[in-house]
């Protein structure tokens, strides 16, 4: 079987996970991973300051409990995204505002924006899709202009970059997830990336427990988020592998749009040439012209010992959004067509040429049988 994805732990990984164990790095109050595993990160996007937590789920939460997002608000968010982005907004009784998706880069269509804003709109939450950046420069002018907070969600965006700056270095504050299949990994974990030094104190305060002075009188409710000593060894490591993986993950791609390039009724991603995409997945639309339907390709794939995932369900069709008050049914037909249509390749940097080969040949091969 080629897995969808397949994550890379080398003997560096290993053995400063195992150092931070022998250091007593067990919880996440003690020692220098920490620390070292922000500072990297933070410095690698061009952020002043870093704050890790235990998830990419849990840094968005975070992230719009100090933004201030509560009821009455309203966040405009990307409709195709895994569904973590819209329930931080979710669980702070604010109402997510699903954005359709642009035809080619699947991002959200900044065209659209104008037409949800309302009086209650307070933030707007961008997903970079798959690795290739939304426009930021135009988003950042666009929320400047109706003095919005912009929470960037780089999830699947780690090193990507919209006309030579990182994604993550935009917004008041980007949230980034180290779960196993992203772009580096610490297994679980997430981390909070901002330039706005009040910001950062709010965000360290409230992932531990919001502990003062004495320590267990709580003026305020805060969260066990702690990232652990030994996942933030790991990710030290990663870290110093990240341009190398970008590079083998854009080989990845060109090598599939180069054996995938002319078949009917398929569309590939594309890469915006003020983008530099990273390609966390390889995904691509299956469209009437292929002549089978998504779903009965991903069937034969798997028939072949081949992996593949569809993409997101839109936030509009997420059935536990519907009861929200609030809640406006807006329609996303372009998101709703990704999700009808869309797959997603195995996309592993370790996957081989061979594999590539392989896997498009198949394709074509299911295309001509007909499945």
């Known amino acids: 079987m080629i897995p969808v994805f397949q994550p890379e732990i080398g003997e560096e990984e290993i053995q400063a996970v195992a150092e931070a164990i022998r250091r007593g ?170 330039d706005d030094d009040a910001l950062a104190g709010r965000l360290r305060l409230l992932r531990n427990l919001a502990f003062t002075t004495p320590r267990f009188r709580h003026v305020e409710a805060g969260y066990n988020f702690r990232m652990t000593g030994f996942q933030a060894a790991m990710g030290v490591k990663q870290c110093e592998k990240l341009e190398s993986v970008i590079e083998r993950k854009r080989l990845m791609a060109a090598a599939y749009s180069q054996n995938l390039a002319g078949i009917q009724g398929l569309q590939l991603p594309v890469a915006r040439d003020w983008a530099r995409h990273v390609y966390w997945m390889y995904g691509l639309l299956v469209k009437p012209a292929f002549g089978i339907s998504r779903d009965a390709l991903m069937q034969a794939l798997l028939r072949r010992g081949i992996d593949s995932r569809t993409f997101f369900c839109p936030m509009n069709m997420q059935p536990c959004f519907q009861e929200i008050p609030g809640f406006r049914a807006i329609p996303c037909p372009v998101a709703e067509r990704l999700w009808e249509q869309g797959l997603y390749l195995p996309s592993s940097q370790t996957l081989s040429q061979a594999e590539i080969v392989e896997i498009s040949a198949a394709i074509r091969s299911i295309q001509r049988e007909g499945a």
């Open 25 to 194: 790095e067990i919880s996440g109050s003690f020692g220098s991973s920490i620390p070292e595993f922000e500072k990297k990160l933070a410095a690698y996007v061009g952020c002043r300051h870093g704050i890790a937590v235990t998830s990419g789920t849990t840094a968005l939460h975070l992230a719009v409990r100090v933004a201030g997002i509560g009821p009455g608000d309203e966040v405009l968010v990307s409709a195709s995204t895994n569904i973590a982005t819209a329930l931080a907004v979710y669980y702070h009784g604010a109402v997510p505002v699903p954005v359709d998706s642009d035809e080619e880069t699947w991002n959200l269509d900044l065209d659209l924006l104008d037409g949800l804003l309302t009086p209650r709109t307070k933030a707007v939450m961008p997903v970079h899709l798959f690795g290739h950046p939304v426009d930021m420069d135009r988003l950042m002018a666009w929320a400047k202009a109706h003095s919005l907070i912009v929470i960037e969600d780089c999830a699947e965006s780690h090193g990507a970059t919209c006309r030579g700056k990182m994604t993550g270095s935009f917004g008041q504050m980007s949230c980034y997830s180290f779960y196993a299949n992203k772009i580096i990994t610490t297994g679980e974990g997430g981390m909070i990336l901002t």
